[in-house]
């Protein structure tokens, strides 16, 4: 059997990126060596990695989703943190809550490297 147990996110700036993430997952996640920091989702880790440490520009990484029992305190953090997205989701925009065509109650974020992370309802994963 093959399991998913690590994404990576580049940044630039570990620091930053440490209390930009813990302040949105609301969580504060443990640092490891190698400027990274891990944030730990059920069997899969968010690894926060400051590529630029070692001389190379973060590169955005494919969109991330996120299931989250209360939707509205991860929007309201990412709301704070300037951070939801200023892009259309089909015709809706993707910083706010909605339900989207395909049943999933859902928005969008970007954070300040270019990565994309969505975050939906609990219960409405389309799976």
């Known amino acids: 059997m093959t399991k998913l147990f690590r994404v990576t996110v580049e940044v630039a ?20 060596r190698g400027e990274r920091h891990y944030f730990t989702f059920g069997d899969v880790i968010v690894a926060v990695l400051d590529v630029a440490a070692g001389g190379e520009k973060p590169q955005p990484c494919p969109p991330l ?26 015709d809706e925009p993707g910083s706010d809550v909605v339900e989207r065509p395909w049943g999933e109650r859902s928005f969008y974020v970007t954070d300040p490297w270019g990565n994309e992370l969505c975050f939906v309802e609990q219960g409405t994963e389309y799976t």
């Open 65 to 90: 989703y996120f299931s989250a029992d209360d939707i509205n305190a991860v929007h309201a953090r990412a709301k704070k943190l300037n951070a939801l997205a200023t892009f259309m989701v089909h």
């Open 13 to 32: 700036g570990i620091d930053r990126a440490t209390e930009f993430y813990a302040a949105l997952f609301d969580t504060p996640g443990k640092r490891h």
